[in-house]
């Protein structure tokens, strides 16, 4: 991506520390990055923004307001006049899938995972045969805190069980301001020399598990992309989020690729996500790019 035309402190990343997307975000837009978990660094910096009213401010995946030295200041302009992307209040809500499911199940025909808090409601789906998936923590990511019960296992206390949902594919929304910037599915790895799928579990797809994100050979359709796109972009606009991912689990009409899309539930919003690769890094850069200049330049 080329150099942007926008001062360095004009647009910042805020983020915690550990987060590599973050910092190859920051890294793409040429733009400053600060980090939610060490205040002390903050506190005498006002000359950060020495004639500048505020900055653009894109909150990726912190549930920590600001409350120190000259973030505090910064928090509280961006927010008054639209320039702080992602309230932590927000971000919150979504990680934690208990709240975030509970959420997007106001938004009129907007599909989600069948979930509950009830071990009785688990008994029944488990008499009806289907599997059920035990979440011992609520904001895990990526399958952290999982496990699969069915038949007559014992149910276990847990904060949050979800009723599998028999997908043939997966794929990732990814919203910025209203509308989806990319759109990927998940894949399985194959290996070179066989030339077949390696992967250690169907149910929790992640890249650990033996699958990546393709950009290419869709095995949905135009209207079925189209379809989850908006499924994407409605739940992220209920949550009260600007920018966030969607995680969407399709079951897509028999027959060759591309093929129609039956149905959908979503099954996670990130909205810190890893970017694994340069296609979904500038996509986020030059959406940023774009709200910078529509909001118009305050330095």
């Known amino acids: 991506m080329k150099k942007a035309a926008f001062k360095y402190y004009d647009i910042i990343i805020y ?3 550990g987060s590599n997307s973050a910092r190859a975000l920051a890294d793409a837009l040429k733009c400053r990055r600060w980090r939610d ?3 002390q660094r903050y506190l005498r910096r006002p000359a950060y923004f020495r004639g500048k009213p505020y900055p653009l401010v894109i909150n990726w995946g912190s549930t920590i307001t600001p409350e120190w030295g000259t ?3 910064v928090h509280t302009k961006c927010v008054a006049n639209g320039f ?10 979504s990680i934690n899938k208990l709240r975030c499911f509970n959420e997007l199940a106001k938004e009129e025909n907007l599909n989600t995972v069948k979930f ?5 409601r688990v008994a029944k789906w488990m ?3 289907y599997e059920v998936f035990v979440r011992h923590t609520v904001t895990g990511q990526g ?9 007559t296992d014992v149910i276990p206390d847990a904060p949050l069980y979800t009723r599998n949902f028999p997908k043939t594919h997966e794929f990732r929304v990814h919203v910025f301001n209203g509308q989806a910037i990319d759109f990927v599915e998940k894949k399985a790895k194959v290996d070179d020399l066989t030339n077949t799928p390696i992967v250690s579990s169907r149910h929790v797809r992640n890249h650990s ?5 393709a950009h290419d050979s869709y095995s949905c359709n135009g209207d079925a992309r189209t379809r989850l796109e908006e499924a994407g972009c409605r739940a992220i606009n209920r949550l009260g989020l600007v920018s966030g991912c969607v995680d969407i689990l399709a079951v897509l009409e028999p027959g060759d690729a591309p093929r129609a899309l039956r149905n959908y539930a979503i099954c996670e919003v990130n909205t810190g996500p890893g970017l694994e690769n340069t296609e979904t890094i500038n996509a986020y850069a030059q959406a940023i790019l774009k709200l910078y200049k529509e909001k118009g330049r305050h330095a």
């Open 209 to 213: 598990n033996g699958w990546v994100f």
């Open 143 to 151: 399958g952290e805190g999982i496990t699969i019960i069915s038949g």
């Open 71 to 73: 973030i505090r200041d």
């Open 116 to 120: 509950t808090t009830d071990k009785e």
């Open 37 to 39: 978990d060490l205040p």
């Open 15 to 17: 983020a915690s520390r």
């Open 84 to 93: 702080w992307i992602n309230p932590a209040d927000a971000v919150a809500r």
């Open 127 to 129: 008499k009806k045969g």
